[in-house]
């Protein structure tokens, strides 16, 4: 992780914050003092952990988290006075947003830090699977249109059509794909 966004609404705890985070290794750190002020921060920027110190001047922090959960890959941990740790965690826990209640303990927090840092990278990879997937069916459907064209123009079976865009893909030394767009746009199906 590399960036940061600290969403507190005091000074004092901006620096307990800043203090905790000099032994870690990121490199960008941005501070704002209130919910809309950080929803604007992340319209411009994205950051790879947002801390927020519940209360905020403007809202409470809980709703600005679940935001953030739903619309960004930013691991989120919300810090929660211990009474209301348990109640807030129900709200936002099932969505990604850790709870550590304050006061805060240093083991704690890098714990946190941890677990936030560990599930952010199991998602990026997860999207970037899923990123992976669906060119593979995108590839997928192109061929089958192309199949079709072919079906449908040459009079080819389907399992000839199948290898005339298996052979015309490795003779050419392109991808199936490519060899299938070229066909669509030969019949200017594409």
Sequence with gaps: MESILIVTSTEKSKGFLKELLASTTFTQLVTVYDGSEARRQLIDNAFDLVLINAPLKDEFGHDLALSLAESTTSGIILFVKTDLADQV??????????????????????????????????????????????????????????????????????????????????????????????????????
């Design 89 to 190: 965690s129900e709200k936002v826990e099932e969505f990604g947003v850790v709870v550590v209640p304050k006061p805060i303990s240093k083991q704690l927090f890098f714990q946190s830090l941890k677990i936030v840092a560990a599930t952010r990278k199991r998602l990026l990879d997860l999207q970037s699977e899923n990123m992976r997937l669906q060119h593979r069916i995108e590839d997928m459907r192109l061929v089958d249109r192309a199949k079709c064209a072919l079906i449908e123009h040459l009079d080819l079976t389907e399992p000839q059509a199948h290898r005339y865009i298996e052979k015309n893909a490795m003779d050419m030394r392109i991808s199936r794909r490519e060899v299938a767009e070229g066909i669509l746009k030969n019949y200017k199906i594409l």
